[in-house]
């Protein structure tokens, strides 16, 4: 239920700057498309010399306003839509290759990690299905990978702490406190 919350608010704090952005958009394409041109076609007949910003400012509109390009930016848009989540998956792994934002990224998997854990744990789902629930679940590639692997080390090792080492990227806290989870047997209200 709070995962379905969280979900929610950050869906609703996504949703206003992606609505502002395409009303831009809007705005913006209508201005190129609608006005740029007839200010254009209006300078070329007046045969002026522009600074270099005003033509570079005119050669975009014209190329802007070309069939083909329009016809680039259709097809780019429609191909966006339809392999949606490859795309999202590709600026996700990129993100995640990137070392200063590595970090920051690990701190969101791990959390989400705890969260999921903690549901499935409490509805009474053993640690390995949950595991296995996880992975099937994770759009990053390179962290299902991980995270198949501390699956095969939580099965020999039979330690979730052990098994979590494999993470590098998850912060150092999250592996000191599963050991002391599982020491104290309270593993459940650390994560």
Not at 29 to 54: A, C, H, N, R, W
Not at 174 to 191: A, I, N, P, R, S
Request: glycine share 6%; charged share 15%.
């Amino acid at each position: 239920h709070r995962g379905m919350e969280v979900r929610a608010r950050i869906l609703q704090a996504v949703t206003s700057p992606l609505i502002t952005a395409a009303a831009c958009g809007l705005v913006l394409f209508l201005v190129v498309e609608l006005v740029f041109p007839k200010f254009v076609g209006l300078y070329d007949q007046m045969d002026l010399t522009f600074p270099l910003i005003s033509r570079l400012v005119f050669g975009a509109v014209q190329f802007l306003n070309h069939p083909l390009t329009l016809t680039f930016m259709g097809a780019s848009l429609v191909a966006a839509v339809i392999y949606r989540r490859a795309i999202r998956s590709l600026l996700l792994e990129g993100l995640f290759r990137l070392p200063w934002m590595r970090p920051m990224m690990g701190k969101i998997l791990c959390a989400s990690l705890c969260e999921t854990f903690v549901f499935l744990h409490q509805d009474g789902v053993p640690i390995q299905r949950a595991f296995q629930m996880i992975i099937s679940n994770t759009t990053l590639d390179h962290h299902r990978v991980r995270l198949e692997q501390s699956k095969k080390l939580l099965i020999s090792t039979g330690s979730l702490a052990e098994s979590m080492y494999s993470i590098d990227y998850f912060p150092s806290f999250f592996h000191h406190m599963l050991v002391v989870g599982e020491e104290t047997g309270g593993l459940d209200k650390l994560l």
